[in-house]
């Protein structure tokens, strides 16, 4: 599971200095989404929810704040990128009355790893904090209802849960706040804006 480990914390700065992966950020096949995304916000503040490393903020030129766990701000996200803006919360426990208002939310393969991803954003819609929500890297499904839990490898070979979203649950957001556009990265997984007022 996630939690403070050494091997986590390595292959996390690895993942953000490009040694892991062989890419950092910018130059990732999902990026040129991303960044199509950010820009469509018009958006001055940004908070990243789940930020890893941090690196979001380096190419982000407005007000950004990540937001992670403890153990991940300090020994991974001030490791990798200083020079910026962090909070530390453990959003499973404090939930969505611990994040601040802010332009944009960014949950860049932040859902994907929680137990129940439609409900969280759910919850995070009717907050009405943020005027855009990017959801970016998630998978979605045309199954409904997935009960079964699925677990899938992450850094340093932690298990974390591998959550879907349903096109049906999406449909159901769909009749409430604008989504556009919905972009397919790889797979079935998708990233998509959400404007909220």
Not at 10 to 17: E, H, L, N, V
Not at 78 to 85: E, F, M
Not at 146 to 160: C, L, P, Q, W
Request: hydrophobic share 40%; net charge negative; glycine share 6%.
């Amino acid at each position: 599971m996630w939690k403070d480990n050494d091997a986590i914390i390595d292959q996390m700065i690895k993942g953000s200095t490009g040694e892991l992966w062989g890419v950092r950020l910018e130059q990732s096949d999902h990026f040129p989404i991303l960044k199509h995304l950010l820009d469509l916000t018009n958006a001055k503040s940004l908070i990243d929810l789940g930020c890893g490393a941090g690196d979001v903020s380096r190419v982000w030129k407005q007000e950004y704040c990540g937001l992670d766990l403890d153990w991940v701000i300090e020994k991974v996200s001030k490791i990798c990128n200083p020079n910026t803006s962090y909070q530390k919360i453990d959003f499973l426990k404090e939930g969505v009355s611990s994040l601040e208002t802010s332009d944009c939310l960014l949950m860049n393969a932040f859902l994907d790893v929680q137990e129940d991803a439609f409900e969280i954003l759910k919850d995070i819609c009717s907050s009405k904090k943020f005027k855009f929500i990017i959801v970016h890297r998630q998978q979605i499904t045309n199954k409904l209802n997935i009960k079964e839990k699925k677990y899938a490898s992450s850094y340093g070979n932690s298990k974390v849960p591998s959550s879907y979203i349903a096109w049906q649950e999406l449909q159901q957001l769909l009749e409430i706040y604008q989504i556009s556009p919905i972009i397919k990265w790889s797979g079935d997984f998708h990233s998509f804006l959400m404007s909220l007022k």
